[in-house]
């Protein structure tokens, strides 16, 4: 069983800094995906970006790519999500999720989330 904790959200001005970190606890399989999903009110829950645990692959989606950068440390078991330039609408809770398998868009097919972390983004 994988356990996730985010922390890191919470208020920014349009063009400030965050960075979410996710903790995971259990046994990441050199063969897992850790991502960070997003939901926003009355919206589906979108993938941000992913990364590969054992190669570092990474995959984002169009409108944070060259502004969001993530990463993980296999050692400390941790995924982090670098949010830079942020806009308004990334305003949204954040998900750190885990799946046993390739990087794939979709919400359903990770078996693992977190409880969600808050990013408001507002002047």
């Known amino acids: 069983q994988v356990q996730l904790v985010e922390s890191g959200g919470g208020l920014a001005q349009p063009g400030d800094s965050l960075k979410l970190s996710c903790v995971a606890s259990?046994?990441?399989?050199?063969?897992?995906?850790m991502a960070w999903f997003r939901q926003s009110s009355g919206q589906e829950r979108e993938l941000v970006a992913a990364?590969?645990?054992?190669?570092?692959?990474?995959h984002y989606r169009d409108s944070v790519k060259g502004r969001f950068s993530i990463s993980r440390d296999t050692n400390k078991k941790t995924v982090d999500l670098q949010m830079n330039s942020l806009k308004p609408e990334d305003t949204a809770v954040y998900y750190c999720?885990?799946?046993?398998?390739?990087?794939?868009?979709?919400?359903?097919?990770?078996?693992?989330w977190g409880q969600g972390t808050q990013v408001t983004v507002s002047s």
């Open positions: 999720a885990a799946r046993n398998g390739p990087i794939l868009g979709r919400a359903a097919v990770y078996q693992y």
């Open positions: 259990g046994r990441i399989f050199r063969t897992y995906s």
């Open positions: 990364i590969g645990w054992e190669f570092g692959a990474t």
